[in-house]
């Protein structure tokens, strides 16, 4: 019997702690022990990245050479350090990411997966033995054939980013399996930044935020002091230059303004959202009402002016940056598939530092649109960033190009996202409620089991497609904790009922408040209305003006050419027809299996201008009204976009 | 005294050749010999060029190791040859566009200057000495510290690249100064890849496409036809993916579709339009009528869906490339500098190819907007991406980011537009008239000396500021050619007096044909309207949908917030109020000797929205207008923008 086996079967269920542990404040996210996804899209979402994603990336991580560097170093018997394979300095996260959703997978049970089980035991070795005497861990920097010693690059070196997700995989495999293995590696090599990067070390940070969060969750997880420290050191120096760019200006690193005075998120996107997560967790665990402040600031002005509608970060492909307040165009929405993660890591712990609700609603946002758009329909190929639109001309695109543009790729050179889906996905539990004193808050709505301080809820929804929420409460004992509902920002009218008796609630800032105690075999139903709702941008937006998009829920959705014999590009929607919009159930998949809702409303078809690219005003500009054609367009939920072939798409639409 | 004065005694100047001398076709540009210019912005530009640019260029070639690249190539017993400074392999080519421009302004007498005589002695000494015996020339790769052998990297080294600034210097230094030192240089390095890619070579293409015009012109200076036959091969190969790039898509090389199949520009923008002019270079000598229709399909196409309001091409940062139709951002324009010498490059050869003045008027048009914009108002900065808007936001970004995107800067890592605008800014002269046939064609106005065939013509005009273009005839013979006057395509009401009566004259396809003899002592007067103009952009452009931008002739203005207290973002234009726009005398830089006009015209200061990023339908949007103040905003000429510190920009503003 393997050790992962003797340590699943050793793991106490009852002790299992959820990604995030916050030591102080007073809310605790329930854990995957707590919380069971049961139903709908979530549940279908985690079974799926069992089945189809996990064993693709490990294929994929065995064939690409992500885990041969490891063995190379591990076992330099076999001709290895000799050899490496891979231009990046940071690919061991790989399967430092793949362990941690492993580890989930793994304590989950169910239907043995040996090569799951076999690939974790065989990883966690190999990291084991590569692992240098000094706590130094990085195959690529310890290959004899690269010849930049170690930390001599922290700008692009990434170790301290490497180390932050070993941390995180180790954590996971502590708290879901009760293997420590991971853990005593991940502990020798975070001492060794302690000792290098701590107080009495050197003035310096990686080029890549990812370690802060790690730390931090490190210190929850051990107790130990020091790593709150580091991660603490980490975030107060950046902001001075002291990363020494190679090509990339100090801002791609956060490393321009002091974080707390930053006046907007900025530089490269998945960098600085890891970084406000990191110094979020920070607030968290010393309630720093300076940094509490200006991460507040930073997410209110990201929501106002740098977030996409469907809660994707980075505008630019240069630099994978951020851009300017209010430059958001959406053929070159960057908004990659990991910003989107840690985005979502950043909006857990707003909620975790503050309760409120809006931090839920933009997480929900990211969840259903611009992460779940970075995985296909069969959960074996991923877009590593999303655009909100595809040009018909984009199909004219040379080969490979448009591959990788318009349809999704099966593994990436630079393979970030495909492994932090992985692990998000298995997680996702963690983050669908948590205790607040004596009320248990229901932050994700799905189907699920709820199991906590003598409470047991069943909860049965066809969410985000039906508007019902039904929470049964199967046990609730003396001493139970209280319930709290979120009513999503969308939402208009929400309301709930026990045992079918309408319940005047406190609605207060996105919160339904049970004021009652809960007894066993009570019945809640929250009713969330979900009527087609159609969006505007702010005009400063230049992208977007005179444009018009569609959602129902959180859900966003799009034109997709295969749904419409009128050409996308050639609709024009009247808001006036808004009313008439109807969602209706569909499958704009091949491979779904079930069903979601998908949008008829009516448009016009209108002609392409023929008076050139910038006719003079005073040209009959209306002129295309007159020759247009009354429709029916169908729209499709964003994050199924490109499952049907390459094809033209827009969330955006032309306002009449 | 040095060889290149005695060469500038030698000079006939009879003789001189332009830029574009074709050997078919009935069209023949005048040559700096024929025109002279004499007063008005292109005057100025070419002043500031000799007096500021060549001056600043040549000291920034010197310190930063253009020169010494060659210096250790042509000097080994210095120790050269061992060491390399910069990282790309083309940098020689801003050696020869420096020596094209320097052989034209010592070529135009004037005041002398030492160090333009020297450098250009130095550097023609240089490149002499540094050439191989086989005729090999490429400072970057003869290095003995660059690993890479001649020839081994066609898709990067840019090694035909180089050889066609190469031969397009030589062919200026033999053309303007008599001086055929570098052609000789030039034809053994042409031999050479004759040799080695001629008809019995190999079949491969240069990553950079440039030396096909540059091989058709050596043609036509030698009339040696291996170099057009060259020229072919290279025109035809492309596009069947023999370019093995490393890290770019095959369409970054124009390597994806061959030039005749491509379905419209794409890829790398400046590639692109080198390969397209070169091909129309050969349409003009071998009158290929399939490859006519591509370019002609190719341009149209471009002006239909690709080419900013500017004239700039080019709308992604990533690959510096063109993007997809209708892809136009205004604030990630990219628009490089050298895009638009290689756009009125491609333009000019369209002219010649066709006798069509619509070929023109885009020359016009990236001329005064597109490419003016690259160069500060003192000559000595330079914008090597050319946006059409820059945001108050843009204002914060940290501080060399800032530089670069907001300020022209003095130099760059990659130089490859300053000296681009040395060259093409001193053979302007060569691009404002052609003789086809019997007729003298007149295709951009500027005050100008204009001598040929008996006839001796004296532009007065303060075009592009003034609508009066005057022509007196100060001699004309018998036999001298007939005149042809183009309207730009902008102008509504042309018209012409010849000795102040109006003459009645066939206006079409943008040409006014004076159909009389003119005589010595007649004034031509022609009158070109130029009222302000509002233009709006075609729906399918998302990123200018509801939005109005300014021109009056040839030239583009836009709103910098210098001249306006009201945030430029908040101005809401109308339709109504474009006839109230009015064009006054203005000096919208700190420097500029001469008046321009600035525009003025009413519009609406609104708040910034409130009600947050993405409102759903149906809130108040109109409430901003109510609470507007009405404003008049000031405009001035996009190419003077950013002369006067850091500041907002917008070419398009918002359309109430």
Same mark, same amino acid.
């Given at each position: 019997m393997s050790h992962i086996l003797v340590a699943r079967t050793e793991a106490v269920t009852g002790a299992r702690r959820p990604a995030v542990w916050p030591?102080?404040?007073?809310?605790?996210p329930l854990s995957s022990a707590e919380v069971e996804l049961t139903g709908g899209v979530l549940r279908d979402w985690q079974r799926r990245n069992r089945s189809e994603t996990v064993p693709h990336t490990i294929a994929q991580l065995r064939a690409t050479g992500n885990l041969e560097n490891l063995r190379r170093i591990a076992d330099p018997a076999l001709g290895a350090g000799t050899l490496f394979r891979g231009r990046y300095p940071f690919l061991d996260t790989d399967v430092f990411k793949t362990l941690e959703g492993l580890a989930y997978e793994l304590a989950r049970g169910g239907e043995p997966d040996g090569e799951m089980a076999a690939f974790y035991d065989e990883a966690v070795s190999l990291i084991e033995r590569a692992q240098r005497d000094d706590g130094y861990l990085n195959s690529y920097f310890q290959a004899s054939d690269v010849v930049k010693e170690p930390w001599t690059d922290l700008a692009w070196g990434h170790e301290l980013y490497n180390l932050g997700h070993l941390i995180q995989a180790a954590v996971a495999a502590?708290?879901?399996?009760?293997?420590?293995?991971?853990?005593?590696?991940?502990?020798?090599?975070?001492?060794?930044?302690?000792?290098?990067?701590?107080?009495?070390?050197?003035?310096?940070?990686?080029?890549?935020?990812?370690?802060?969060?790690?730390?931090?969750?490190?210190?929850?997880?051990?107790?130990?002091?020091?790593?709150?420290t580091l991660a603490r050191l980490f975030v107060d120096r950046r902001g001075r230059g002291t990363v020494q760019p190679s090509i990339f200006p100090a801002e791609y690193f956060q490393d321009n303004v002091p974080l707390r005075e930053l006046d907007s998120v900025t530089g490269h996107a998945v960098r600085m959202a890891y970084l406000a997560a990191g110094a979020t967790d920070l607030v968290i665990e010393q309630g720093d009402p300076a940094l509490a402040r200006a991460m507040e600031h930073l997410w209110d002005d990201m929501l106002a002016s740098k977030l996409y509608l469907t809660g994707g970060l980075g505008s630019r492909h240069s630099d994978e940056a951020i851009g300017d307040r209010f430059e958001l165009p959406s053929e070159r929405s960057y908004s990659e598939t990991c910003a989107a993660i840690a985005t979502m890591q950043w909006a857990w712990r707003m909620f975790l530092a503050s309760g409120e609700a809006r931090y839920l609603d933009t997480f929900e946002t990211v969840l259903y649109n611009g992460y779940a758009a970075g995985l296909s329909d069969d959960g074996r190929a991923f877009f590593y960033d999303n655009p909100l639109q595809r040009r018909p001309d984009h199909l004219q695109r040379s080969g490979a190009e448009a591959a990788g543009e318009l349809l999704r790729r099966a593994w990436f050179v630079c393979p970030c996202c495909p492994p932090n889906i992985v692990r998000w996905t298995a997680e996702l539990q963690d983050h669908v409620a948590a205790l607040d004193g004596d009320t248990l808050h229901l932050a994700q709505y799905a189907g699920a089991t709820v199991r906590m301080g003598?409470?047991?809820?069943?909860?049965?929804?066809?969410y985000p497609w039906d508007q019902r929420v039904t929470v049964d409460v199967r046990t609730a004992a003396p001493g139970s904790p209280r319930l709290a509902l979120r009513v999503p920002g969308w939402c208009r009218g929400g309301s709930l009922t026990v045992n079918g008796e309408p319940v005047v609630t406190e609605a207060s800032s996105g919160w339904l408040r049970v004021d009652r105690v809960l007894a066993t075999g009570d019945r809640l139903?929250?009713? !969330?209305?979900?009527?087609?709702?159609?969006? %505007?941008?702010?005009?400063?937006?230049? *992208? !977007?003006?005179?444009?018009?998009?569609?959602? %129902?829920?959180?859900?966003?959705?799009? *034109?997709?050419?295969?749904?419409?014999?009128?050409?996308?590009d050639q609709l024009l929607f009247s808001p006036a027809d808004v009313p008439l919009a109807t969602a209706v159930a569909g499958r704009p998949t091949p491979n779904s299996s079930a069903e979601t809702r998908v949008i008829t409303v009516p448009a016009r078809a209108v002609a392409p201008a023929t008076d050139g690219l910038y006719p003079e005003l005073g040209a009959d500009e209306e002129a295309d009204a007159a020759a247009s054609v009354d429709t029916t367009v169908t729209l499709v939920p964003y994050y199924l976009w490109g499952n049907r072939g390459a094809a033209a798409m827009r969330v955006w639409l032309r306002r009449a």
């Open positions: 030591l102080s404040g007073s809310r605790r502590s708290r879901q399996l009760a293997d420590d293995r991971l853990l005593v590696v991940a502990r020798r090599f975070a001492d060794l930044a302690v000792d290098r990067f701590g107080l009495d070390g050197k003035d310096a940070v990686c080029g890549h935020p990812e370690v802060e969060m790690a730390l931090v969750e490190l210190a929850r997880e051990t107790g130990d002091e020091r790593y709150l003598g409470l047991e809820l069943e909860l049965t929804t066809d139903e929250l009713d !969330l209305p979900m009527p087609v709702r159609a969006h %505007r941008a702010d005009a400063r937006v230049d *992208a !977007l003006r005179a444009s018009i998009a569609f959602a %129902r829920g959180p859900v966003v959705y799009c *034109a997709e050419q295969a749904d419409n014999d009128t050409d996308i």
